[in-house]
């Protein structure tokens, strides 16, 4: 059988798309690329992500993928803090980009033009590229080179910057791992998130994340098919797991959500017999969410938790999660999950406490340029990613929420997820945030932000969501305020960009937490 890569309606074989990341290698070399340099994608999911990616993996130099929601100006400094010598982009992305001013730095800039299909799934005008005449096309640029046949170098992942919710993008930056250890990680990878040959695998997600990153670079190399969603579309992943016969799906509790909320009679269109496995990560998953899952797709859903930092730690199949409702998992062989308080002692089993991890075979990293605040995150050998959370007598790991979205109010810690998931199982809510705003009195006051389901009508709706939640939650959880919203800012990997939403309330206000 050919084992092959789908992007849309376009497909290639896998040969192909090796032959022309070997071709990529020989022309990042040219470009002056060496082993730890870096070569920067500001490319939607398509051919040349991988492609680039792979072929800076053959020279041991990192690939640095960069979100394109992000700023100009927060692009800009991306390059120039991994010091990228190449950057592969987008043509509709290019007005992200200070062209002439990276070129007159010496980097290379190479421009893949935008499918026609990727710019109808991102509603892109076509005339939204406005290219210098002299840049160089991928396809030109790869013909012009033959395929690296260098000995391969050290192997190296991608660097992925985190958004965080303060200052700058950081860079994390992981040594390379050696042969043991490589070992290592490619049979966890094939226990956990089930990257083993043979396998039909789809990514609905930007690989500029890392989960959709690793899923790919790995698929490339194991699956006998590979699939990359242009953009995500629940009706539209159900069609391509009938069509491509898809084994394996990596998605986002948000994907869930869209999925449980198409119209019965299109859930019930397609054949999805082939599914074997589904992996889930990245963001809490309202428990509701997940049972409704379980039982249209049956046991196969699986969970695990980690930052972009540490790695998968902890990992759960359906049953141990349906025994243990709610939960992220138990840590994996090699991983140490440690739950410590305020005061820096470990906590015992029911305690929540700020969570800190580890993998032994896992390369160390450090935060690009910024090995202080490297430091600053690590104690006993263990890294944190700043999440809330405790062991139950079993050990397995729940996850309360983040320590800096944590509500204390009149000196009472309150976690917004909690409410959150809460608010979901009610029909009548499509989105929700739960955040804290100043409060004279308490210091903090619990907030709601509702979007209602299509048809939902405003009379009541107020007073049917606090009747619900006072059937789940403790009267002093039940936001104080609940406003309306059209609509909640989330980002491709469905993740809640929730300090947009929060900062208009603390203008003005030092925060406490």
Known sequence: MTRSVHVGTRSRDTTQVEDRAARAATGFVAAGVRAGDAVALLLRNDFAFLEAGAGAALLGAYAVPLNWHLAPSEIDYVVHDCDAKVLVVHDDLLRLVDVQGLRAEGRTLVVVPTDPGIRRAYQVPEDAASMPPDLTLWDHWLARHEPWRGVPGTPVESVIYTSGTTGRPKGVKRLPATPEQMKRIEAMRAKVYGLVPGIRLIVPAPMYHAAPNVFASRGLKVADRLVLMEKFDAEELLRLIEAHRATTLVMVPTMFVRLLRLPEAVRQRYDLSSLQQVYHAAAPCPPEVKAEM??????????????????????????????????????????????????????????????????????????????????????????????????????????????????????????????????????????????????????????????????????????????????????????????????????????????????????GIERRI
Not at 457 to 479: C, H, N, V
């Open 294 to 507: 379980i039982a249209w797709w049956g046991p196969i859903i699986n969970e695990w938790y980690g930052t972009t930092e540490s790695s998968v730690v902890t990992w759960c199949n359906s049953e141990q999660w349906l025994s243990h409702r709610g939960t992220v998992g138990r840590p994996i062989d090699g991983a140490r999950v440690e739950i410590v308080g305020e005061d820096g002692a470990l906590l015992p089993p029911g305690e929540p406490g700020e969570i800190y991890v580890g993998l032994d075979f896992y390369p160390d990293f450090t935060f690009h340029k910024r090995e202080d605040e490297r430091r600053q995150i690590g104690r006993n050998g263990l890294i944190t990613g700043g999440d809330v959370g405790y062991l139950d007598q079993d050990g397995f790991l729940y996850i309360c929420d983040r320590k800096r979205d944590m509500i204390i109010s009149g000196g009472v810690n309150i976690y917004p997820a909690e409410i959150e998931a809460a608010l979901l199982e009610s029909t009548e809510v499509q989105d929700c945030a739960v955040f804290g705003v100043p409060d004279p009195e308490y210091g903090e006051a619990v907030l709601a932000l509702v979007v209602r389901a299509p048809g939902v009508s405003e009379a009541g709706f107020d007073q049917r969501l606090r009747a619900l939640l006072g059937q789940r939650l403790a009267r002093y959880k039940i936001p104080r305020t609940i406003e309306i919203r059209d609509a909640l800012p989330r980002d491709d990997a469905g993740k809640l960009i929730k300090r947009r939403l929060r900062e208009p309330y603390w203008q």
